[in-house]
């Protein structure tokens, strides 16, 4: 399954809201998760199946969606929300998306 | 809190094998399932695959055929093989555990792995 993320890159300001979308290339149902990796990092789980929250995520970020098409929304952008956003599926094997920049 | 620490050499030869293990403290490796993750320079993640204690493994497509994972309980530890690496295998390699839920929600800092003569 490819996931296509987009935009690749996102420029914002503080205070702004983020959207940013995963589309499928066939169903993953509610499998599809959200990281953020910042530079020299490991990737941080933020949502899972969709839209379910990780431990310790700010209620900033938020994920729907369902079958082929997803988005994971940050209410109100941080400083320290500059980062690589990868969308990841595990209805069939295991594969991520190319990624989303957001710069701040 | 889990940590884990990758560890192996960073430099590898075309057509060998690369071998990387990864350190787990603060849960047990007889718990949920355990994984390898890479991400060439500047690109993206790749899942490699996973392995559970009881020694299933569940591989990338893409990669089966020169991947084997294991793990050794007495240690604690998991570890990779990949054979007959090209510069195409050069990548940060993470190991991460995949929890009860099924996703990745704990990594290790990555190792970056050069495959180079």
């Known amino acids: 399954i490819v996931l296509t993320q987009s935009p690749v890159t996102l420029s914002l300001s503080p205070g702004e809201r983020a959207t940013l979308s995963c589309r499928a290339s066939?169903?993953?149902?509610?499998?599809l998760g959200w990281y953020q990796q910042k530079p020299g990092q490991p990737p941080r789980l933020l949502i899972y199946d969709a839209s379910n929250r990780a431990t310790g995520i700010p209620a900033r970020f938020s994920g729907s969606g369902s079958g082929t098409d997803f988005t994971l929304t940050i209410s109100s952008l941080e400083p320290e929300d500059s980062a690589v956003y990868y969308c990841?599926?595990?209805?069939?094997?295991?594969?991520f998306g190319g990624g989303t920049k957001v710069e701040i | 809190q889990v940590q884990l620490q990758e560890s192996g050499p960073g430099l590898v030869k075309p057509s060998e094998t690369l071998s990387l293990t990864c350190t787990v403290s603060g849960a047990s490796i007889r718990s949920d399932y355990w994984s390898w993750i890479r991400q060439p320079p500047g690109k993206g993640l790749e899942w490699v695959g996973y392995v559970y204690h009881s020694g299933s493994t569940n591989y990338n497509p893409s990669l089966r055929g020169r991947v084997t994972m294991s793990v050794d309980m007495s240690k604690n530890q998991f570890s990779l093989k990949l054979s007959s690496v090209t510069a195409a295998d050069t990548a940060v390699y993470y190991c991460?555990?995949?929890?009860?839920?099924?996703?990745?929600?704990?990594w290790g800092q990555g190792t970056q792995v050069t495959v180079s003569s």
């Open positions: 066939q169903s993953v149902g509610s499998y």
């Open positions: 990841q599926q595990r209805a069939t094997a295991l594969t």
């Open positions: 991460a555990r995949r929890n009860s839920n099924s996703w990745f929600d704990s």
